[in-house]
């Protein structure tokens, strides 16, 4: 994460939450997260130096154009100052700091299959017992772990995946 990206995601915070729009700002932060990672092209389109400022500006304004006004003035301002690439980093920033002045803490599940809504509960249950923040959980999926899942929240790790399991038997053999 550069120092620019962070400078500006903590502006637009500050701005969006003196205006009373800090929770819709991020839900348009958030979904410039999900466009610019679902699309590899306008990734590619808003790093490019070739691409004059005023197509990426042009471009960037009909993609996202139901945008708060605080999300448009960013988008003039990287325009300005000639700085859209790091368009997703403010995002992704904003994101981290807006969640972190409301109490909301990202506990990150790894599954080998999509969560479902049953062991979603079951999880934020379980994580509710050892954190007094708000939880959000985000879902990984990853095949590799077999089994289980491995929760982490925080620095704190739990991990009750098959493939740790199987790699301690493994160790266990090894001796």
Same mark, same amino acid.
């Given at each position: ?51 004059? &400022?005023?197509? #990426?500006?042009? =471009?960037?304004?009909?993609? $996202? /154009? ?6 448009? *003035?960013?988008? @003039? ?41 049953? &062991?979603?509960? #079951?999880?934020? =249950?379980?994580?509710?017992? $050892? /954190? ?6 985000? *879902?990984?999926? @990853? ?33």
């Amino acid at each position: 994460m550069s120092r620019a990206a962070i400078r500006y995601a903590k502006a637009i915070l500050d701005i969006a939450q003196s205006s009373g729009k800090a929770e819709a700002v991020n839900a348009d932060m958030m979904s410039i997260m999900a466009t610019v990672r679902g699309s590899h092209e306008l990734s590619v389109f808003l790093a490019s130096p070739v691409i004059k &400022l005023d197509k #990426k500006r042009s =471009a960037i304004g009909e993609i $996202f /154009s139901d945008v708060q006004s605080e999300t448009v *003035n960013l988008f @003039d301002l990287l325009a300005a100052n000639k700085r859209f690439e790091i368009l997703n980093s403010i995002a992704k920033e904003y994101n981290r700091l807006y969640d972190e002045s409301n109490g909301i803490e990202v506990a990150k599940v790894t599954t080998a299959f999509p969560i479902t809504d049953d &062991l979603k509960s #079951k999880v934020l =249950a379980k994580v509710a017992q $050892f /954190s007094n923040k708000k939880i959000t959980l985000q *879902n990984v999926v @990853d095949p590799s772990i077999i089994g289980g899942f491995i929760l982490r929240v925080g620095d704190q790790q739990y991990n009750a995946s098959v493939a740790a399991k199987l790699s301690e038997l493994k160790r266990e053999f090894a001796k």
